[in-house]
Every structure is written in structure tokens, then in C-alpha cells.
């Protein structure tokens, strides 16, 4: 059994499920007989297992009954594995990476625009899109350690939300990275097919498009466009003369704080809290918990008491199963869920993009 996706890279989210995967040998994959056993040995929630036997790469979804955590599990499914160490990688030559990915994660689950199945963008293509940002980015300090992530985020925003050309344009990461031509692309390609609208090529397998599933890449266009133009008008000279909120910081005009999500915080705190702060860190992945009430004001937290910890745990399937319905459109900054796995990374990228002036 291994660990893939998010968790294993440390880019998980509070609402991101865990992906794992069994290698094995078997005639047929035994998703039914596993299924049988987590209801037996009540591993997961009565309701919450569900077999997708049909699916592309079948697997078996469930919520763990005890933390309430989200589990997916396949079967001989190599390609997650190979990419969680694939990103991995990068992060190591492009230290801003977590960061930027965590926050971009947050802004598309807040406006529904996260998952393949309805046309968004996945986590895989979005790290993509960031790694190729970074690598053809025109200032070589871009990659330093020392950049200033604000700026970073917000000529993100600008690349993919207004220069980009989807329709001409592809994205390659290999060999230091580069932009193909689509109509190249078109010539290799089988006859009847051609390069779908966010072209990335896959740097693990040849041939293949990881954005061809994102039909809604040009709504994911028109989300970012919105940010560039909200952030940049924040951080201009003259946004000290618009009126705002003092507790809102920059980055707190696209990316919110719920209730709900600062509540299943302190239950899980409270549950595995101090044990997770004298524990050693999982694989240097898995971000220890920071105290609810350490948190900064200016992250837009509400300073008001929750329920009791017992009510927010019933609570939390619940709202964990809806942490993207309560979403915004690309014309909206309404809250849904917190952008970071890690406090401590978000308060450091509101706080360097507070004090960013001008790029």
C-alpha cells in the first residue's frame, strides 16, 4: 500500500481526501471483497463507501469513521505514485512552489473550477501550469527562496488570466520547459484528434494531455483574470485611498475563512493536536496543526466562539461534504474553505503579500 496525491506531497488542503493505492496480483481486482471488509470492520461510515467499478481507474471511496477523513484507494495504479515524486522534485529546485500551488488550490475550490469531473482544473495540471510559470518566468529571482510570493501570485494571475493563448498554446515542462505549438502537436497526433483547450503534456507519459478533461478551462481564464485585476488594484499606490475593511489583508479579497472549516480545526486539534506537536513529521510532509486562536486576525478568521466540540464533529461530515457548494464565481470573493494545509504558510504569504506596495 502507498501514498499518492496531495498527502504525499504535503499540498493538501483541510477538505483534501487521501489517495492511496494497493499493488497486488489478482485476476480481478478485488474492489467488492475490500468494500465487504470496511463495512464489516466499520473502517468507514455505513453510507460513505462507494465502489466505482465503471470508472476510468476504479476505486473505492470512503470517509474514515473515525477522523472523518476522505479516503480514495485503487488498485496497480502506478502513474499517482511516479507523479506525487515527480512534484516532489520540483518543490525541492522551486521552494515557492508550495505556496503558490496551496493558495491557487483554495482560489479554484472556492468557485468549484478544483475538480476534472466538471470540466476545473486538477491539482496535477495546476502544479504543472505553476512549474511551467516558473520556469519561463523573465527574472531569474522568480526562483529564489527570497522572491516575494505576492507578486509571484499575482503575475500568475496576469500569465494564465490574460497572455496566455489557449487556443494556440501548450504547455511543456520537460527539459527545463518550453510552449508548443498546438497545430505541432496536432501532426502526432491520431487522425480525428486534436489538442484540447489547456494542453499540458504529460512529463511522465508521453502522448498524453493532462488538461484534456478541463472543458472549463476558459471559465478557469476568466477567475484568474478576476484576481489579477482585484489584487493588483490593492497593491497599487493608490489603494490607500479606497475605502476597505482594516481586518481584510490583500489576500483576503479572493480567498476567505469559514466557520465551519475553523471549527473541524479545533476538533481535530483537540483530538490529535498535541500528540501531532511531539510526534516527528510524517515523510517532512504532513504540516503540524497550529492553534485555532494563533491565528491572525487579518486571515479574516471570525473571533467568535464556535459550538462545543462534540456538535462540530457531528457537524463535520456534513460540512465537509459541501466545503465547495457554498462557491463563488469568478465576480465573487465569498468564503468557502482556508487556503493552506499549513497556518503558518498562509499567514506567511498574506503577510509578504500585505506588504507588497508595488511589484
Not at 455505513?46 to 466505482?52: D, I, P
Not at 498554446?169 to 502537436?185: C, F, H, L
Request: charged share 20%; aromatic share 10%; hydrophobic share 35%.
Amino acid at each position: 500500500v502507498q501514498i499518492f496525491g496531495s498527502f504525499k506531497t504535503g499540498l493538501y488542503l483541510p477538505t483534501s481526501d487521501i489517495d492511496l493505492v494497493v499493488f497486488g496480483k489478482w485476476e480481478n481486482l478485488p474492489l467488492w471483497t475490500l468494500e465487504e471488509a470496511l463495512r464489516k470492520h466499520k473502517v468507514a461510515d455505513e453510507n460513505s463507501v462507494k465502489v466505482l467499478d465503471k470508472a476510468t481507474v476504479p476505486i473505492i471511496k470512503l470517509t474514515d469513521s473515525y477522523t472523518e477523513v476522505k479516503v480514495d484507494i485503487s488498485f496497480n495504479v502506478q502513474n499517482g505514485v511516479k507523479a506525487a515524486q515527480l512534484i516532489r522534485d520540483f518543490i525541492k529546485k522551486y521552494p515557492v512552489l508550495p505556496y503558490l500551488v496551496l493558495v491557487l488550490k483554495q482560489f479554484l475550490l472556492q468557485r468549484d473550477l478544483n475538480e476534472v469531473f466538471t470540466g476545473g482544473i486538477g491539482s496535477y495540471s495546476l502544479f504543472l501550469m505553476a512549474v511551467s510559470f516558473l520556469q519561463l518566468h523573465p527574472r531569474e529571482d522568480a526562483c529564489s527562496p527570497d522572491a516575494n510570493y505576492g507578486v509571484l501570485l499575482i503575475e500568475f494571475f496576469e500569465l494564465y488570466g490574460r497572455h496566455f493563448n489557449y487556443l494556440k498554446t501548450g504547455i511543456r515542462i520537460k527539459d527545463g520547459g518550453s510552449y508548443v505549438a498546438k497545430d505541432e502537436v496536432q501532426k502526432s497526433m491520431l487522425d480525428g484528434y486534436r489538442p484540447s483547450m489547456l494542453y499540458i503534456e504529460d512529463p511522465l507519459q508521453p502522448g498524453n494531455d493532462v488538461g484534456r478533461s478541463s472543458y472549463g478551462a476558459m471559465q478557469v481564464k476568466q477567475a484568474f483574470d478576476y484576481a489579477y485585476v482585484v489584487l493588483s488594484h490593492a497593491v497599487s499606490p493608490i489603494a490607500k485611498y479606497y475605502p476597505n475593511n482594516e481586518s481584510e489583508s490583500i489576500l483576503g479579497r479572493i480567498i476567505r475563512v469559514t466557520e465551519e472549516v475553523v471549527a473541524y480545526r479545533e476538533w481535530i486539534s483537540a483530538e490529535w493536536g498535541q500528540q501531532n506537536r511531539s510526534d516527528p513529521i510524517h515523510n517532512g510532509n504532513v504540516t503540524l496543526i497550529v492553534d485555532v486562536h494563533n491565528l491572525d486576525q487579518c486571515n479574516n478568521n471570525l473571533s467568535g466562539q464556535n459550538s462545543t466540540l462534540g456538535q462540530t464533529k457531528n457537524k463535520t461530515a456534513e460540512t465537509l461534504g459541501k466545503h465547495s457548494s457554498n462557491s463563488s464565481g469568478p465576480l465573487s470573493s465569498s468564503s468557502s474553505t482556508l487556503s493552506s494545509s499549513s497556518d503558518v504558510r498562509f499567514r506567511t504569504l498574506t503577510k509578504v503579500s500585505s506588504g507588497t506596495s508595488s511589484p
